[in-house]
């Protein structure tokens, strides 16, 4: 079975810290996305990356950064946190080919204070 | 750029009986993908169906069947022989089916919460 791990369910952190949220994948897909899940907006895209350090921006980028040193992970990262950035994020893969399924991760429910 | 739009923000079902979500999109595009995701209160989403856009044939899974009309830009998707384990959120999603970078990427419904009475 293919497996997406995100590092923590749960984050709590303060304004204006730096924070990591981390996401690794076990089978080989090129594609890795990092989503956003607010009540009622449904998820929408942050960023997402097709290969190793190439990276292209999605829907809502402003505040966030990625990094993808290794093809298995894929990192979001939060340059300041904010409290308007208190959200559920999931991250997916999915392998290159139109006819494929996305996997997706457990979530992880970051709450800035 | 696509939209997917869910009109349904609650649904109920009694356990046994059937229900129908809805979900409309817009496109330009002629070959896609369009999918169900579930998430239960685990938050683990889970694939539930998907359709092919060239498929004439409706996707049927065990219990769930879709309603597919693409002149009408339509996709439902029915439930049958509802559970209790059935309640979650459900997401309807496309993805178009050429070119790469962001174009492979899901675009999202706001969701439907389903709930389920015993």
């Known amino acids: 079975d293919v497996k997406v791990t995100q590092s923590s369910r749960y984050l709590v952190k303060r304004t204006g810290e730096k924070v990591f949220l981390e996401c690794v994948q076990d089978?080989?897909?090129?594609?890795m996305f990092w989503y956003r899940q607010d009540p009622g907006l449904g998820l929408r895209l942050i960023y997402f990356s097709y290969d190793v350090k190439m990276k292209e921006k999605g829907d809502i980028p402003e505040g966030y950064s990625v990094s993808r040193e290794k093809k298995e992970r894929f990192s979001l990262i939060l340059e300041s946190a904010s409290t308007n950035q208190t959200s559920m994020y999931l991250c997916a893969s999915r392998p290159t080919g139109a006819n494929t399924e996305a996997f997706f991760g457990q979530g992880t429910r970051l709450t800035v204070v | 750029a696509q939209t997917v739009t869910q009109s349904q923000p609650e649904m109920s079902v009694q356990e046994a009986e059937t229900v129908t979500l809805s979900c409309t999109y817009d496109t330009s595009e002629s070959d896609y993908y369009l999918f169900w995701y579930k998430q239960p209160p685990s938050r683990q989403m889970i694939l539930v169906i998907r359709?092919?856009?060239?498929?004439?044939q409706n996707a049927t899974e065990n219990r769930f069947s879709v309603n597919f009309q693409k002149a009408a830009k339509s996709f439902s998707l029915k439930i049958s022989d509802s559970q209790l384990g059935d309640a979650a959120m459900y997401f309807c999603a496309y993805r178009s089916a050429v070119g790469g970078g962001s174009q492979g990427n899901l675009i999202f419904g706001k969701g439907t919460k389903l709930s389920v009475k015993p």
């Open positions: 359709q092919e856009a060239y498929k004439q």
């Open positions: 089978m080989d897909h090129e594609n």
